[in-house]
């Protein structure tokens, strides 16, 4: 199980199985201010956060 927020991580404190946990919190682009190059940034920033966050996780969990 992967949480990807606080809030979740929170919510989910008890999951009835033996999967592995994982959490990462990333920026939420949700809450971004500013102009709208400002933004969109915080939108681009976020989402290379998650390929590099994706990227990793794959490469050290699931090596061949």
């Known amino acids: 199980m992967i949480t ?3 809030n979740a991580k ?3 404190t008890y999951f009835p199985t033996r999967a ?3 959490h990462y919190n990333f920026p939420d682009p949700a809450k971004a ?3 709208d190059e400002e933004v969109m940034e915080q939108f681009s920033e976020a989402r ?3 390929r590099k966050y994706t990227q990793n996780f ?3 969990n ?3």
């Open 10 to 12: 929170q919510t989910f």
């Open 58 to 60: 794959v490469n050290e």
């Open 48 to 50: 290379e956060v998650i």
């Open 20 to 22: 592995r946990k994982f």
């Open 62 to 64: 699931f090596k061949s």
């Open 4 to 6: 990807i927020c606080d």
């Open 33 to 35: 201010t500013g102009t």
